[in-house]
C-alpha cells in the first residue's frame, strides 16, 4: 500500500493541508480486531488510522511476538513505523484460551474534519457460555 500512497501524496502535492492522506481505513480477514496509527514513516502512509475486523473464525489470531510497536528494517537500520493501539484476539491456553468474536460500530460526526467514534462489539464463547466484553469507545480525529 505504501507505494500506492506515495503515488497519491506525488499526485496532489500539498492539497492534503499536512493531514493524512485518508482519514481512516478498514481491513479484514486477519482474524481479529485491531486498531493501528503509523508514525512518521516519510511516505504517503504516514500517520493513518487502520482498522482490521475480521475477529470471527474458529482460527483467531494472536498479537504479534513483537507486540504493539510495528517496526520496519532495511539493512542495518531499523524504525519505529506504527503503534497497535488496541488489539482483540485469541489468548490464554487450554482451558484457559479465549476466543473473542468482535465486530464494530462507528459514528462519524460532522465536521470539516470527521470525527470517528469506534465502538468495539466483543462476545465470546468461554467455558460453554457467551460473555460480553464491556470495551470502551474510542474517538479518532485528525
Known sequence: MRQVFDAVAETIGSLNQNRPLVDLV???HAHCLEYLQTQDTGHGDSHINWIICGGSGFSLRRQRPEGTDLIETFGNES????????????????SQRRRPYSSLRIDVQ???????VIRPLVSEWYQ??????EIDPFVINR
Not at 524504525?79 to 487450554?94: A, D, H, P, T
Not at 460532522?110 to 470517528?116: E, S, T, Y
Open 110 to 116: 460532522a465536521g470539516d474534519i470527521p470525527k470517528f
Open 79 to 94: 524504525r519505529l513505523v506504527g503503534k497497535s493501539k488496541l488489539f482483540i484476539g485469541r489468548n490464554g491456553q487450554g
Open 128 to 133: 460453554r457460555q457467551w460473555h460480553n466484553q
Open 26 to 28: 478498514f481491513s479484514g
